[in-house]
Structure formats: C-alpha cells, structure tokens
C-alpha cells in the first residue's frame, strides 16, 4: 500500500497553534510550488507573496512532513435557488458562481432590510391628497390617464375606510391599478403585509407585474406542504426579539 502522506501547514492570519494536517493532495493543489519547494529543501515564499516560511522534515513527524504557509481556503458559499415555474420543494442548492449575479443582489438588497414590526395606522382621511400626475414606478413604467383615475379612487376610499370594488372591462390594467395601489399605501407609511387573493390562472400575471412596476418582495404562497413549509421557513419568518414566538412579516401573494 502507498503510504498516506499528510503536510502540516500554517495558515496565514492565523498562529501557529491554529496549524493543521492536510493530505498531500489537498496541499498540491492549493500550492503545488510550496511542496516542490519543501521537496527541494529550498526557503519557501507564501502563496501570493504573504510572509514566508521555511521547509523542515521533523524527526518526530513521519517523513515529508512540511510546514509552510498557505492563504487561509476561500469559503465555498452556495445559495437556495427556487426556480421558475417549480414548486419551492424543487428548489437546489447551487454554487455561487452559478447564480445570476443580479438575483444574488436582489437577494442581498432583501435581507439587508429591517423589519418594522411595530404596526403603522392608516392615515387620516383629511390625509388625503388626489395624485395629480403619475409617478415613476420601477422601470420607469406610468400609469395612464384613466388608470391614475383609478388609482386615486381606490386611495381616496382607502384613506376614508370605505370597501370598494374596482370594476372595469378586460385588458384595461385593473392588476396594475392595483399594484400601484398598494405601491401608495406602501409609501404612505403602511408597509403590509398585504394579501391579494387571485384565481391560480392569474397568479403568475400577479407575480409577474408586481416585479415589473414595484420593488416589493412578493411570495406566492401556493403549493404543497413541503412547498409552503419552505416558504414559511425561508420566506416569511422574522422573529421578534421582544416575543418568543416568530412573527412573520413579509408580504404574500
């Protein structure tokens, strides 16, 4: 049998006490100058140029026995990724150099948010001011003439607690009346959740134009057990330091 040969190396960063054996292997292809180097009984020069250290067989240790210095390993990240048009159970574990790098700031631009859980009133109505002009929404996208109608009907009976029903013909945006509907309540302090209840042959339109006109996290809280305990899990939990118990606090769809 060949004999297993293992390599004591000293990290860079950290003391000597933090050294530990590696396999023969694992040195060569982290610095294969190092161990060349070591064989050779030559000074060695830290991978990368970082301090220096020396190549010493140690009669105490079995033979090829080397220290030397090595930049500390590079942590392997890997993220949850749930997949278009799968259910959350289908979600996998990928590496990060295989992730769109604009969801991974996305992603970092979301978690990076604190959560407010002490709870908004809606403002009074005398509040309410009518939207003489659409704003800019994500995208750069505007709402229409009759479509900002629509939306200052639905603020000016939101700020007055009145329940309304937005009725008009098809293919009109009544979603995105909507949407910037809730995109105002948002900006008026309110931060939700929010819950819109959809027929499932809309879900994906739903889906689809909150990313397109807003910046709001939207879960579409559908599926399997599994597929909703992930979301739970992942999705929607934020815990309250105050209370023992979590409190979850994103906004579903």
Known sequence: PQPVVYYLVKWCSLPYEDSTWELQEDVVRACPRLVLAALRGQHLGAAGGRGQGVSQVCPRCVPGVLTGVLPLPQPVVYYLVKWCSLPYEDSTWELQEDVDEAK????????????????????????????????????????????????????????????????????????????????????????????????????????????????LNTIVYHGSLASRQMIQQYEMYCKDSKVSSPVHTCAHL
């Open 104 to 215: 991974i700031a996305e992603f970092k631009r979301i978690q990076a948010r604190h959560p407010e859980l002490k709870r908004q009133p809606r403002p009074q109505a005398g509040a309410w001011k009518k939207l003489e002009a659409s704003h800019e929404y994500k995208n750069h996208n505007q709402l229409r003439e009759y479509q900002l109608e629509g939306v200052n009907w639905l603020l000016f009976n939101w700020y007055n607690r009145q329940n309304c029903i937005l009725a008009d013909e098809m293919g009109l945006g009544k979603t995105i009346q909507s949407i910037a509907f809730l995109q105002e309540v948002h900006g008026a302090g309110v931060r939700g959740p929010y819950l819109v209840i959809a027929p499932l042959s809309t879900i994906a339109n739903w889906e689809r134009e909150f990313g397109t006109w807003t910046h």
